[in-house]
T-cell receptor, first 113, second 111 residues
Framework: EAGVAQSPRYKIIEKRQSVAFWCNPISGHATLYWYQQILGQGPKLLIQFQNNGVVDDSQLPKDRFSAERLKGVDSTLKIQPAKLEDSAVYLC???????????FGDGTRLSIL | EDQVTQSPEALRLQEGESSSLNCSYTVSGLRGLFWYRQDPGKGPEFLFTLYSAGEEKEKERLKATLTKKESFLHITAPKPEDSATYLCAAQRSDSNYQLIWGAGTKLIIKP
């Protein structure tokens, strides 16, 4: 089966600019997650969707980050405006449901200049 | 506060030298303990889920075990291709079954 697809793989922007990431989960997976991973740390959950509804966004910096899941399939994560501390890898994961193992894409490496 | 701690941070072994990685957890209402492997530039790859103390799971040279306070990932006669960062995560039985992640152990196997 095809894995989780993410694009772009790399992005370099200047602070205060905006950026968007795209994720296509594994077919049939109801739950979708966006994580932020800083080098040397474990993933930090930003937002969790069940179908097209938000389950948890308590750690999403809502003044600058937004996310949506279109028709319960693809998802986009946006940062506007970006700050230097947003430099990280943004990982998308999906699972069959809330309790099943999560499967990850290869992430987008974001560098803020 | 829920917490997952992995040790050591990094481990260098010679090819064929067996060892164990530790994952200690403090989670109220543990539903399961997950192990993932992460290669540089890649997303985490799912390895195992353990649900109850005493449970063991194996995959090739890897064996994961679980107690009430910690989990171990035993690696037997490792090869250079086993080099990666190994992450563990504890899944809560409430709070939308979210994963509490450790920071990982970077394993380097020298030929």
């Amino acid at each position: 089966e095809a894995g989780v697809a993410q694009s772009p793989r790399y992005k370099i922007i200047e602070k205060r600019q905006s950026v968007a990431f795209w994720c296509n989960p594994i077919s049939g997976h109801a739950t979708l997650y966006w994580y932020q991973q800083i080098l040397g740390q474990g993933p930090k959950l930003l937002i969790q969707f069940q179908n097209n509804g938000v389950v948890d966004d308590s750690q999403l910096p809502k003044d600058r980050f937004s996310a949506e899941r279109l028709k319960g399939v693809d998802s986009t994560l946006k940062i506007q405006p970006a700050k230097l501390e947003d430099s990280a890898v943004y990982l998308c994961a999906s699972s069959l449901d809330l309790i099943q193992p999560q499967h990850f894409g290869d992430g987008t490496r974001l560098s803020i200049l | 506060e829920d917490q997952v701690t992995q040790s050591p941070e990094a481990l260098r072994l010679q090819e064929g030298e067996s060892s164990s990685l530790n994952c200690s957890y403090t989670v109220s209402g543990l539903r399961g303990l997950f192990w993932y492997r992460q290669d540089p530039g890649k997303g985490p790859e799912f390895l195992f889920t353990l649900y109850s103390a005493g449970e063991e799971k194996e995959k090739e040279r890897l064996k994961a075990t679980l107690t009430k306070k910690e989990s171990f990932l035993h690696i037997t006669a490792p090869k250079p291709e086993d080099s990666a960062t190994y992450l563990c995560a504890a899944q809560r039985s409430d709070s939308n079954y979210q994963l509490i992640w450790g920071a990982g152990t970077k394993l380097i196997i020298k030929p």
